[in-house]
């Protein structure tokens, strides 16, 4: 795992060297074995979004053809604790 987290923190450093419109990279290191109960709990939160009203939750969608909202941000605005989904989230999520 050591190895995988020094890729992206190279692959992190080289763009954050850059500038201008280069200066810009995402990655991410996700561990594969937290992922059945993170599904497992999205899956049952998802029901919950349908009261969320869209407009107070960050888009990424530039061009409002489908959907992109920040998932943690929506869930945050749901009647449920968030700690669950947000603990288990953070247990996938190696490398931010």
């Known amino acids: 795992m050591s190895a995988l987290k020094r890729i992206c923190r190279k692959y992190f450093d080289y ?3 850059q500038s201008g419109l280069f200066q810009s990279a995402s990655i ?3 561990s594969k ?3 059945p109960d993170l599904a497992t709990t999205i899956r049952d939160l998802h ?3 349908a009261d969320v009203n869209p407009d107070v939750v960050q888009q990424f969608n530039r061009q409002k053809q ?3 909202y920040d998932f943690k941000d ?3 605005h749901t009647n449920t604790d968030s700690k669950k989904w ?3 989230l953070d247990s996938v999520i190696v490398v931010e």
């Open 15 to 17: 763009y954050d060297k």
């Open 66 to 68: 489908y959907p992109c």
């Open 74 to 76: 929506a869930y945050s």
């Open 86 to 88: 947000s603990e288990e």
């Open 28 to 30: 991410s290191l996700i």
């Open 33 to 35: 074995h937290a992922l």
């Open 47 to 49: 029901q919950t979004l």
